[in-house]
């Protein structure tokens, strides 16, 4: 019974970091998008200009 109960605290605890893991990696995902369409629009005032 303990073994059970240790074993599914250990398979909770995995898929605990799985989803941490995979909430950063969507977190970096759309920070780099952003910068990417900031300077996208950077680029487009500044060809305006010209």
Request: a negative charge; hydrophobic letters at 40%.
């Amino acid at each position: 019974m303990l073994q059970t109960g240790s074993s599914n605290l250990t398979l909770a605890d995995t898929n605990e970091e799985a989803a941490n893991s995979q909430a950063l990696s969507t977190r970096q995902s759309i920070a780099v998008s952003a910068l990417s369409l900031a300077n996208q629009s950077q680029a487009s005032v500044l060809q305006l200009l010209r």
